[in-house]
């Protein structure tokens, strides 16, 4: 990787008398410009120039000092020896060139910020910042930050390009083979059974009588079997995310392509909608185009991962160490995600039904109560659903969604999928998670312990479609196969609904 820029110290006064003093000071700039770069490397003044109240400067570096960092270390002691010496100030830096030139064995198609031109020629790819008169990308984003995200951003996208690293799968535990009961696919045999029917929407079911008193069930043994024993207290976390809870979640990164977005109208106002009352009562039919030029821009979209919203209630605050470690759940409504197009059954749907269990404290607490959950989730699925099931560690949750790969750096911080086997077709299939997020939710939404240690979470997400896919293809839809345990706690079969 390297950097090319010319800019120039813009002073208070002409500086002829000191150009032996500059002169000396660039000749012996080399430790400023290569500390921290291994020998040898870092940036270079290629070229300086006085020219009476302004010090043009070219500085070519490679990725150990950037460019713009050498210019930010020159400015305090040039301004001290200009100061001192001669009573002139450094008023401040013009950029007019700025290039960064990376390998790559492919361009990037579309724009990026503060970006003019980007030009790919023999391997290399070559991004000419949009700096200079009338440039986007001056002293302040230079202070910014701004062309070190853009660094890291062609990082990113070359260390996937590579293929870097892939999504982390490693098996955990697996329990025993439990012989099938049933071997067919449980989204039809409901859908025959009366007890779901297809939604209106893309990937959307209604739940009959049925269906609803196994989702209940699961719902009671978390109850009885978490909840309770550990000491969760149930809260309602918002189900429509703005971009503010986005950014802080870190969705903001990546989540676009899976999202339902959601517009308000551009306003309440009935007489600005009139028109398309109209034209839907003349000719029963939305007229889409006309809607999407009086919606607003999408504020956000509908929940995707349920916890986020969670953290706006302890957003900027100090938690007394006797809160911790804090245990909350919500189950107050709909996920939402726009999933790839083989839709199948309600294993994967657009919309579904998950508890959320969050928990925070100290890193100890964290693990610790991670710990406690696994213990739980393990009698469940043996002693009470009986199935065949088994976890695995993976790629975290919090960096899938946010399009990254791999493990978290963060030791101990990591995501287990609970997986079971569907007989019918022979899948395995994730039916739930529990994670332990490290810091990264804390940090987001800046909330502090009051003993200033750092403070770590978890969340583990129970998919109620996912546990009934899991349970049903395993076990029917008849009660008589049902594990006892499981079966005492349904008790009675609701009647559903008939049809002629
Ligand atoms: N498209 C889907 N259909 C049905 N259930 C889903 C779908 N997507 C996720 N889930 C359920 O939600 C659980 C957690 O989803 S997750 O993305 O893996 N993890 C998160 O979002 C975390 N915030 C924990 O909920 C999954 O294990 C699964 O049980
Ligand atoms: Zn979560």
Redesign the pocket.
């Known amino acids: 990787m390297r950097f090319h820029l010319e800019a120039s110290l813009r002073l208070s006064a002409d500086a002829g008398a000191a150009e032996k003093a500059i002169s000396d000071f660039i000749r012996d700039a080399g430790p400023i410009l290569e500390k921290g770069a291994p020998e040898g490397q870092g940036a270079k003044i290629t070229e300086w120039r006085l020219a009476k109240n302004r010090i043009d400067l070219v500085i070519d570096s490679d990725r150990y000092v950037r460019a713009h960092d050498a210019l930010l270390r020159l400015r305090r002691p040039l301004s001290e020896l200009l100061g001192k010496q001669y009573r002139i100030g450094v008023r401040g830096m013009d950029v007019t060139a700025f290039e960064i030139e990376v390998e790559s064995d492919r361009e990037i198609a579309h724009r990026i910020p503060y970006v003019r031109e980007m030009r790919h020629e023999g391997g290399r790819l070559r991004l000419i910042l949009d700096v200079g008169e009338g440039g986007t990308l001056g002293q302040s984003e230079i202070e910014n930050r701004i062309p070190d995200r853009i660094v890291s951003l062609l990082e990113e996208k070359l260390e996937k390009g590579y293929g870097g690293k892939t999504e982390h799968w490693e098996l955990l535990w697996e329990s025993e083979k439990r012989e099938p009961k049933f071997r067919a696919d449980p989204t039809e045999e409901m859908q025959k059974a009366g007890w779901i029917k297809h939604g209106s929407a893309r990937?959307q079911w209604i739940y009959g009588p049925q269906a609803t008193h196994l989702f209940r069930t699961f719902e009671a043994i978390v109850l009885e079997e978490i909840i309770g024993p550990l000491g969760y207290q149930e809260m309602i976390f918002p189900k429509l995310d703005t971009w503010d809870v986005w950014k802080k979640s870190g969705h903001a990164q990546g989540v676009y392509p899976e999202i339902y977005f959601v517009c308000p109208p551009k306003t309440r106002d009935p007489a600005f909608w009139e028109e398309v009352m109209d034209y839907y009562k003349v000719t029963h039919e939305v007229p889409l185009e006309l809607v999407k030029e009086k919606i607003d821009l999408p504020i956000g979209g509908m929940c995707?991962?349920?916890?986020?919203t969670f953290w706006g209630f302890l957003q900027g605050m100090t938690l007394p160490n006797g809160e911790l470690p804090m245990r909350v759940f919500d189950r107050s409504g709909t996920?939402h995600?726009y999933?790839s197009g083989g839709i199948h059954g309600?294993?994967?749907?657009?919309?579904?039904?998950?508890i959320?269990i969050v928990w925070l404290g100290t890193k100890e607490h964290t693990l610790e109560e991670a710990e406690k959950l696994k213990g739980c989730y393990k009698h469940i699925f043996e002693d009470i659903l009986e199935l065949t099931w088994r976890t695995a560690w993976v790629t975290p949750?919090?960096m899938?969604?946010e399009g990254k790969t791999g493990l978290s750096e963060m030791t101990g911080a990591g995501?287990v999928?609970?997986e079971a086997i569907l007989p019918y077709n022979g899948n395995w299939i994730?039916?739930?998670?529990l994670?332990v997020n490290g810091e990264k939710y804390p940090k987001g939404f800046t909330v502090k312990a009051q003993s200033g240690e750092a403070l770590w979470s978890g969340?583990?997400?129970?998919?109620?479609?996912?546990?009934a896919s899991a349970f049903l293809s395993q076990k029917g839809l008849d009660p008589s196969n049902w594990p006892e345990e499981f079966r005492r706690r349904f008790g009675e079969m609701p009647k559903g609904i008939r049809f002629l």
Request: glycine share 8%; proline share 2%; net charge negative.
């Open positions: 990937g995707y991962a349920q916890c986020p996920s995600r999933e309600i294993e994967r749907v657009d919309e579904f039904h998950r959320e949750w919090f899938a969604q995501t999928d609970y994730e039916f739930q998670n994670s969340c583990s997400g129970v998919g109620l479609e996912r546990w």
